[in-house]
């Protein structure tokens, strides 16, 4: 299974981008999809989460600001990234996991974020 992470960029405080993750397999068939974000020098943590029975999960501090969405026909994870902050720079990666609660089965390659102020 290949996960592929697309539309990061360069963009100024404020500004949106849209990132999506094509999948090489039927999502269906993953319960959890979800990003995650590493910045230089701090750990990866979970941005947003999805699940097969349509429960969503932010982080704080990306709330009403981030909207993770999935599309089964294509196969697609995105992510809707709007008044976007300097500290929302990092790379982001997309996953999969077959059940909720385990470790990510699956990972992207990543896409990098740059917010500039």
């Known amino acids: 299974v290949q996960l592929q992470a697309s539309g990061g960029g360069s963009v100024q405080a404020g500004g949106s981008l849209t990132l999506s993750c094509a999948v090489s397999r039927s999502i269906s068939s993953f319960n959890g999809l979800a990003w995650h974000r590493q910045a230089p020098g701090k750990q990866r943590e979970l941005v947003a989460l999805i699940t097969s029975g349509g429960y969503i999960n932010y982080v704080d501090s990306v709330t009403g600001r981030f909207t993770i969405s999935r599309d089964n026909a294509k196969d697609t994870l995105y992510l809707q990234m709007n008044r976007l902050k300097p500290e929302d720079t990092a790379v982001y990666y997309c996953?999969?996991?077959?059940?909720?609660?385990?470790?990510?089965?699956?990972w992207g390659q990543g896409t990098q974020v740059t917010v500039s102020s």
């Open positions: 996953a999969a996991q077959r059940r909720i609660g385990t470790l990510y089965d699956y």
